[in-house]
């Protein structure tokens, strides 16, 4: 079975930053293609930011710019860093993995194509 978990979700307010990290456990994230995803109730989940099996990176347009996706494959951990941010990225912020890699890229900022998710970890943005 494989385990994703999120955390580093938290309250701040507008033009804070916030770094949310995602725990492998039962696989190593070499080899996968990563992404982060966001909902807020009663709305449909979106990209964010996703990173391939390469290293290659692609950012939702809205946070272009303020967001960072990286990865540390030794300690199997996946991070999103985000900076600048405003009210409207508060949402639920979950991670997601897959091996099916092979695929345009922005592809990778699908929900649908992931197999493996974590439970999320929130993350509330005040003005």
């Known amino acids: 079975q494989v385990l994703l978990v999120e955390s580093g979700g938290g309250s701040v307010q507008a033009g804070g930053s916030l770094r949310v990290s995602c725990a492998a456990y039962?696989?190593?994230?070499?080899?996968?293609?990563m992404g982060w995803f966001r909902q807020d109730p009663g709305k449909e989940r979106e990209g964010v930011a996703a990173?391939?099996?390469?290293?290659?990176?692609i950012y939702a347009d809205s946070v272009k710019g303020r967001f960072t996706i990286s990865q540390d494959n030794a300690k199997n951990t996946l991070y999103l860093q985000m900076n600048s941010l405003k009210p409207e990225d508060t949402a639920m912020y979950y991670c997601?993995?897959?091996?099916?890699?092979?695929?345009?890229?922005?592809?990778?900022?699908?929900?649908?194509?992931?197999?493996?998710w974590g439970q999320g970890t929130q993350v509330t943005v005040s003005s």
């Open positions: 997601a993995a897959d091996l099916r890699c092979t695929v345009p890229q922005w592809w990778l900022l699908l929900p649908s194509k992931y197999n493996y």
């Open positions: 039962g696989y190593t994230y070499s080899g996968y293609c």
């Open positions: 990173i391939d099996s390469d290293g290659s990176t």
